[in-house]
């Protein structure tokens, strides 16, 4: 899986080229279902949050040619949130003017987000983002352990003992402690990669 992920300056340099395809679907990839979560989190349904994803996608994909990565000025899921909350508002005032022209009362989830500033969606965005790297993280060690290290290191983030976890999976204690401290260096070794890389 190390080989399929680039640094988010070699993606975003190759995405400036909007037609290379293969970046394109690296990106989606990476970041399609990240862009979902915090337009989910924003309040909007799930139809409402899929459109504005899809709304997202195609934003960034005309813009990226445009784009400037600077390091030190700010993050690139910053510059995906700006995106975000632009999208939602355009959505947001779009469906209330149908809405109005039906002479219907705009749902809750528009609503909520009428009041939700743009620092609100980055917030948002940067608590998912630690969730979505964190998954992602697990999702890569876990294939590298056996099931019994992986389930032993759930159980303790569960607060199970250690006495307890190992009576339940039938190992030592000591096999539990060893399992815990490999798992827990190489997913944090791989939380700071993907966000090095991604973020």
């Known amino acids: 899986m190390d080989d399929t992920y680039s640094t988010r300056e070699t993606l975003v340099q190759r995405l400036r080229n909007s037609y290379d395809e293969k970046s394109w679907e690296e990106f989606v990839k990476f970041y399609r279902g990240y862009i979902y979560t915090v337009v989910q989190r924003s309040g ?3 139809e409402d949050s899929q459109d504005v994803t899809q709304d ?3 934003r960034a994909w005309k ?3 445009q784009f400037e990565y600077k390091k030190d000025k700010c993050k690139f899921r910053t510059w995906l949130a700006r995106l975000w909350h632009n999208s939602i ?3 947001v005032k779009t469906k209330r003017a149908k809405l109005a022209k039906l002479k219907v009362e705009a749902d ?3 609503e909520k987000f009428a009041g939700s500033s743009a620092a609100e969606i980055e917030e948002i965005a940067e608590v998912e983002w630690k969730n979505y790297i964190a998954d992602m993280a697990w999702e890569k060690v876990s294939r590298d352990f056996s ?3 992986s389930q032993a290191f759930l159980l303790h983030g569960e ?3 250690v006495r307890e976890i190992a009576a339940k999976l039938d190992i030592s204690e000591e096999k539990v402690y060893v399992d815990r401290s490999r798992m827990r260096k190489a997913l944090l070794k791989e939380i700071l990669r993907l966000d090095a890389q991604l973020g």
Do not use: E, G, K, R
Request: a negative charge; one cysteine or more.
């Open 44 to 46: 909007l349904n799930y």
């Open 56 to 58: 997202v996608t195609l």
């Open 63 to 65: 813009a990226l040619p």
């Open 89 to 91: 508002c355009d959505h």
């Open 108 to 110: 809750n989830d528009l």
């Open 147 to 149: 099931d019994i290290a």
């Open 159 to 161: 607060d199970f003992s």
